[in-house]
């Protein structure tokens, strides 16, 4: 294979990546920003072509992310545009003896995810939404605007339901369709991550919220579009106006933290393990892939027996604190 200087190596690596029209824009950006880390690197190495970039260089590169204090998550995500820089030379047919499988990335620590308990997902659901209005704002408000609130309100709630009710991850519930559920059966078809279906259980909770929607949706479908949740233009509704709206929401309802969707997603894994113990069940509604992707809910499973543990178990509570939670030491209890 004919090696390239390493700037035309990198300019035909660029234009291939953008002829990629599988990838998120935003992958795609940060790719780019990458491979301009990594030239810059190779080039302070007299590095000139790519026959010359090998495994050593790789490395160094990747020490020098370590030295400059990114996170090992960082260091991954770098890890992996390189591996795609490798496989668009290779694709090119440009000479590089540089091995993507040797490339390797440190091991992150797993960070448990962030699962708002009940009572925190109950004042959310069940609270106050934007369908209330003060007599102040009424009075300043037309009845298409009052209705707007309305039925804005009922969206919201809907999609809410939906996150937390099916565990969807933010792109799965934006990008339903009116033909993707049937609520009589209790389930929806849901497309996940790289364009893989599954089928998930949908509650009474999210059926009724949903059949609420439905009817008031028919006021914003000006164009017939299939999305089953559009904006007031009848527009898809798009994951930004989700995580906007979830954060209104949030403060509506007086949490001490505005909530992110994906953490309705980690409540509903963590409250079906929790009460079923059943891991293979979530992984299946979850959608994914490795069963040990879901195991990292069994640890906040985990933290919950604990805590009951402690609470209940008359060994492990704290010295002198009996089951009622006094704290004066047995026998010395006024009489």
């Known amino acids: 294979m004919p090696a390239a200087p390493l700037k035309t190596a990198f300019d035909r690596a660029t234009e291939a990546l953008a002829a990629d029209h599988r990838l998120n824009p935003l992958t795609r950006k940060a790719y780019q920003a990458s491979w301009a880390r990594l030239a810059d690197h190779l080039n302070t190495l007299g590095i000139d072509s790519s026959a010359a970039v090998d495994d050593r260089s790789l490395r160094r590169f990747l020490a020098e992310l370590a030295r400059a204090g990114q996170s090992p998550r960082s260091i991954a995500r770098h890890v992996s545009a390189v591996k795609r820089l490798l496989g668009f030379w290779q694709q090119l047919d440009l000479d590089c003896p540089a091995d993507p499988l040797l490339l390797k990335a440190p091991k992150a620590a797993r960070r448990l995810p962030d699962a708002p308990d009940v009572e925190i997902l109950t004042r959310l659901l069940d609270g106050p939404n934007g369908s209330t209005a003060s007599p102040t704002d009424k009075q300043h408000q037309t009845a298409a605007r009052q209705r707007?609130?309305?039925?804005?309100?009922?969206?919201?709630?809907?999609?809410?339901?939906?996150?937390?009710?099916?565990?969807?991850?933010?792109?799965?519930?934006?990008?339903?369709?009116?033909?993707?559920?049937?609520?009589?059966?209790?389930?929806?078809?849901?497309?996940?991550?790289?364009?893989?279906?599954?089928?998930?259980?949908?509650?009474?909770?999210?059926?009724?919220?949903?059949?609420?929607?439905?009817?008031?949706?028919?006021?914003?479908?000006?164009?017939?579009?299939?999305?089953?949740?559009?904006?007031?233009?009848?527009?898809?509704?798009?994951?930004?106006?989700?995580?906007?709206?979830?954060?209104?929401?949030?403060?509506?309802?007086?949490?001490?933290?505005?909530?992110?969707?994906?953490?309705?997603?980690?409540?509903?894994?963590?409250?079906?393990?929790?009460?079923?113990?059943?891991?293979?069940?979530?992984?299946?509604?979850?959608?994914?892939?490795?069963?040990?992707?879901?195991?990292?809910?069994?640890?906040?499973?985990?933290?919950?027996?604990?805590?009951?543990?402690?609470?209940?178990?008359?060994?492990?509570?704290?010295?002198?604190?009996?089951?009622?939670?006094?704290?004066?030491?047995?026998?010395?209890?006024?009489?």
């Open 148 to 335: 707007a609130v309305q039925i804005r309100a009922l969206r919201d709630r809907c999609l809410f339901e939906w996150l937390y009710g099916s565990g969807l991850r933010l792109a799965e519930v934006v990008g339903l369709d009116l033909t993707d559920f049937d609520l009589a059966a209790g389930q929806a078809r849901v497309t996940g991550k790289r364009d893989k279906t599954r089928i998930v259980p949908v509650g009474r909770q999210a059926r009724a919220a949903m059949q609420d929607w439905l009817t008031a949706r028919r006021e914003w479908d000006r164009a017939g579009t299939t999305a089953v949740f559009i904006n007031d233009r009848g527009r898809r509704l798009s994951a930004r106006s989700v995580q906007l709206r979830l954060n209104r929401a949030s403060r509506q309802a007086g949490l001490d933290a505005p909530l992110h969707p994906h953490q309705l997603r980690h409540a509903f894994a963590t409250h079906v393990l929790e009460s079923s113990g059943d891991l293979r069940a979530v992984q299946e509604m979850l959608g994914h892939e490795s069963l040990s992707t879901t195991q990292i809910y069994t640890h906040l499973d985990f933290q919950h027996l604990m805590g009951v543990y402690e609470r209940a178990h008359p060994r492990a509570m704290r010295h002198g604190r009996d089951k009622t939670g006094d704290d004066t030491p047995s026998g010395d209890k006024p009489g």
